[in-house]
């Protein structure tokens, strides 16, 4: 029999978000809510976490995949009767059962770690975590006898004006003796506001003479739990702040951390700065030593060693070490930049390779091209690389030069240093060597 079973409640109906997409599948920090939870219960269990989903079950399934079993509960009654939709899954097959809800993506395994050991040491019925807190969130009241045992956890909406004025909260996570759990759950009898509660088998435990111990935390920033968007910026603004220290510890510089974005997904080398007001999101790579912002948002990119990126946009690009980059700049899906190149001011780089030590300093579009090394693409230079219906290519070979302001034609080749004259417009292939020039653009002859 396994030690430990984990399930995590994700079937609400996320009605205080007022949105449509599913509560538990809102980002924060670049990754949906859910997977904190999914993550943290794949470092406490060997098997996939339990997840009890709702209506949005497919949506779920899309984002989460394999990562854990599915199990659905098709009316709402309250989280007692999601963890009973369990319950044919996990009865007899491990010792405990440690019960989340999917709307508490802060918690750290550290804390659900203690809380396990509680359950196991204590052999308790329900081991929980209570929050001491002068804000009460919502949160169910947690009220304990005279000589301090715990006796009942009571839901706001039922409390009583003394009961609300209790500081000691419900954070919603539990360790149950699984055997317990599993006779006792079906027992549960509906709430005035006709739901099952979980928190009912607190007081249903204690009038059974069992044990019910409390992890008691002050720290109301871990247990924060996530109903509506005033709590997820809350949520997304302490989730930042332990990805910026982490980084920070791991040898980044952050000018102004406050101001610094970097989800969760984002790997950072040492020495490098970035300065404010820059996001950094998606699987996105930056290497050692490199400078980026102020202003810059990355997705999705690798960026290599000593590049710096002032105030542009990198989508789904590769750039390599040592290349600068704006102010004012953007690379798009496909952009590969190689060591050393320089792309200054207003440039556009979409789906195109240009080779170590290229320069386009000024104001040019590059789309759909291979250019070569120690390649100059002058002020102004455009790929047409769109005839109205197809998408071409351009080739421009080593050590090239592409006067201001050249319209290259695609699909067109410009051989290895060839030279191409101020406001050409090149429709034909020009040969290594060589000089064009004019409209439509005339190869010299030598
Ligand atoms: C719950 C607790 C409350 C605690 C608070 C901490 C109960 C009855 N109340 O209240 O004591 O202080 O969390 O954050 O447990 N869910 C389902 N199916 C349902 C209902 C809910 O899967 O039928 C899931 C939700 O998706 C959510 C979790 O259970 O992830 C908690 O539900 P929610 O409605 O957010 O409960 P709270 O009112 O926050
Ligand atoms: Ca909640």
């Not at 904190?36 to 219960?41: K, Q, T």
């Not at 919502?138 to 009571?154: L, S």
């Not at 739990?225 to 980084?247: D, P």
């Not at 090394?373 to 351009?394: L, M, P, S, Y």
């Amino acid at each position: 029999m396994r030690q430990l079973a984990v399930v995590i409640l994700a079937a609400g109906e996320s009605t205080r978000m007022k949105s449509s997409v599913p509560k538990v599948l809102h980002p924060l920090a670049g990754r949906p809510m859910v997977w904190y939870s999914v993550e943290m219960a794949t470092r406490l269990s060997v098997d996939r976490p339990l997840l009890v989903v709702g209506r949005e079950a497919d949506a779920v399934r899309r984002t989460l995949g394999e990562a854990v079993v599915y199990v659905e509960q098709t009316e709402r009654l309250g989280t007692g009767h999601a963890v009973l939709q369990a319950r044919p899954l996990l009865a007899g097959r491990s010792r405990a059962v440690l019960v989340c809800y999917a709307d508490m993506p802060l918690l750290t395994s550290d804390t659900l770690a203690r809380l396990v050991d509680l359950q196991q040491r204590s052999g308790a019925a329900i081991a929980m975590l209570t929050l001491l807190a002068d804000d009460p969130m919502g949160f169910g009241r947690v009220v304990r006898e005279t000589d301090g045992r715990v006796q009942a956890i009571v839901e706001e909406a039922v409390a009583t004006p003394e009961q609300l004025a209790i500081r000691e909260l419900n954070a919603g996570v539990y360790c149950f003796a699984a055997d317990w759990l599993w006779s006792r759950l079906p027992d549960l009898s509906v709430s005035p506001k006709g739901e099952y509660y979980l928190t009912d088998l607190v007081a249903m435990a204690v009038a059974e003479g069992h044990r019910v111990e409390a992890l008691v935390s002050e720290d109301a920033e871990e247990l924060l739990g996530i109903n509506n968007r005033v709590h997820l910026a809350r949520a997304e603004a302490i989730m930042r702040r332990r990805i910026n220290e982490q980084w920070m510890l791991a040898g980044v510089t952050l000018v102004d951390p406050a101001a610094t974005y970097i989800e969760a997904t984002v790997e950072l080398g040492a020495d490098t700065v970035i300065y404010p007001n820059t996001y950094l999101q998606g699987m996105t790579t930056v290497g050692a030593e490199c400078e980026i912002g102020p202003n810059t948002l990355v997705r999705d990119s690798q960026i290599g060693e000593r590049c710096v990126i002032r105030a542009s946009v990198v989508e789904e690009a590769r750039v390599e070490d040592g290349v600068d980059i704006g102010p004012f700049s953007h690379l798009r899906k496909g952009a590969h930049l190689g060591p050393g190149v320089h792309m200054g001011n207003f440039g556009e780089v979409k789906n195109s390779y240009l080779g170590p030590g290229t320069k386009m300093g000024h104001f040019s579009y590059v789309g759909d091209a291979t250019i070569g090394a120690e390649v100059n693409i002058g002020a102004g230079t455009i790929t047409c690389n769109f005839d109205g219906q197809h998408k071409h290519r351009t080739v421009i070979e080593d050590g090239a030069f592409i006067g201001s302001d050249a319209m290259l034609v695609a699909p067109v080749r410009v051989g290895a240093g060839a030279r191409i004259g101020a406001g050409a417009v090149v429709t034909r292939d020009v040969p290594p060597g060589s000089l064009a020039y004019g409209v439509p653009a005339r190869v010299k002859s030598q």
